[in-house]
């Protein structure tokens, strides 16, 4: 059992474990040109980031219809492939807490705006296929932030909400645990600004990741 009161920890993956903004922002920007749509700029589709990709595309681009979002995720995923074919890495210090976490006895959960495939991907790619107790991806389930996700990996792993603590750098993360009634904690160095973060009242902001692992630990009864 973990020496604090939480037993589940949860991560967002793009923008919170792995550095992967950039390429996601580029992705986008390829595929408005080769959907022939207007290319939105770099705060725009960082604030999309964690929705699925479906929902992402249609808050982008609302006037599209069913089809045309079909046809812009597919090259939105052609051209991610290609710019990802060595999966983005990881923050720093990201590996050591996570295996640190292992250790002290706590759950650990993915819970991703990423498709299956990808997030199965990037997993395989960093060993970490068993690592996490579960993991679930946007195409599996609800998007962000409806809770359905959490609630599934609450489930899953047997903890109750209050037991849980969801890490995330996106307004999508922190609104999905207030909708599941879980703490959260704001990642300030992903997608969106801390100040927009601090405004869903996270049990704490951290602006490296290592700085989870430190509080963790001062958690100790």
């Given amino acids: 059992m973990s020496p604090t009161e939480y037993k589940l920890l949860i991560f ?14 580029t992705a986008m920007q390829v595929a408005a040109q080769r959907a022939g749509r207007p290319e939105r700029d770099a705060p ?3 604030g999309i980031i964690g929705l699925g990709l479906p929902e992402a595309i249609q808050t982008l681009y609302p006037d599209m219809t069913a089809e045309q979002v079909v046809a812009f995720r597919q090259h939105y995923a052609d051209v991610y492939i290609a710019i ?4 983005s890495p990881l923050f720093a210090g990201v590996r050591e807490s996570l295996e640190a976490f292992r250790e002290q006895g706590y759950r650990l959960a993915v819970a991703t705006g990423k498709a299956r495939r990808g997030l199965d991907r990037v997993l395989r790619a960093h060993g970490w296929e068993d690592f996490f107790d579960i993991t679930r991806a946007a195409d599996e389930t609800a998007s962000k932030p409806d809770p359905l996700m959490l609630n599934q990996i609450l489930a899953h792993c047997d903890v109750r909400p209050e037991q849980a603590l969801m890490v995330g750098d996106a307004s999508f993360d922190l609104l999905m645990a207030r909708n599941a009634g879980i703490d959260s904690v704001a990642v300030g160095y992903g997608a969106q600004s801390m100040e927009r973060l601090l405004t869903f009242e996270p049990r704490l902001a951290i602006d490296s990741f290592p700085e989870l692992r430190a509080w963790l630990d001062r958690q100790v009864y």
Avoid: M, N
Avoid at 14 to 24: E, Q, V
Avoid at 84 to 87: F, I, L, M, T, V
């Fill in 12 to 25: 967002d993956w793009d923008g919170t474990l792995a550095d992967s903004i950039g390429r996601i922002v």
């Fill in 44 to 46: 725009a589709v960082k």
């Fill in 84 to 87: 990802d074919a060595e999966p």
